[in-house]
Nanobody, 125 residues
Framework: QVQLVESGGGLVQAGGSLRLSCAASGRTFSTAIMSWFRQAPGKEREFVAGIQWSVLSATYADFVKGRFTISRDSAKNMVYLQMNSLKPEDTAVYYC??????????????????WGQGTQVTVSS
């Protein structure tokens, strides 16, 4: 089992920044795919960014490219999402998720094996 715990959410004004953290514990996979998703009220959960634990390759949704950066600290079993230039439309619950490094697409929530409880991000205009 893998446990994921998110933190760092909050209320911020448009144009501001937040850094989300995801602490991974339990059975951790050295080659797992770690990703951030978000879900706004009344909308489906959507992929934000993902990174493979063992390498530095990352992928982003088009709507966050240039604004968000995903990173990981292997020594601390942490994954981060640095969010800059936040917009009101970024308001959502943000989730950390993990999946095995198989052929399943990174962007589909149903392909992930483990989820955190989520952290609320609210961006005011």
């Amino acid at each position: 089992q893998v446990q994921l715990v998110e933190s760092g959410g909050g209320l911020v004004q448009a144009g501001g920044s937040l850094r989300l953290s995801c602490a991974a514990s339990g059975r951790t996979f050295s080659t797992a795919i770690m990703s951030w998703f978000r879900q706004a009220p009344g909308k489906e959960r959507e992929f934000v960014a993902g990174i493979q634990w063992s390498v530095l390759s990352a992928t982003y949704a088009d709507f966050v490219k240039g604004r968000f950066t995903i990173s990981r600290d292997s020594a601390k079993n942490m994954v981060y999402l640095q969010m800059n230039s936040l917009k009101p439309e970024d308001t959502a619950v943000y989730y950390c998720a993990a999946k095995l490094p198989d052929t399943r697409a990174w962007s589909r929530p149903g392909n992930y094996d483990y989820w955190g409880q989520g952290t609320q991000v609210t961006v005011s205009s």
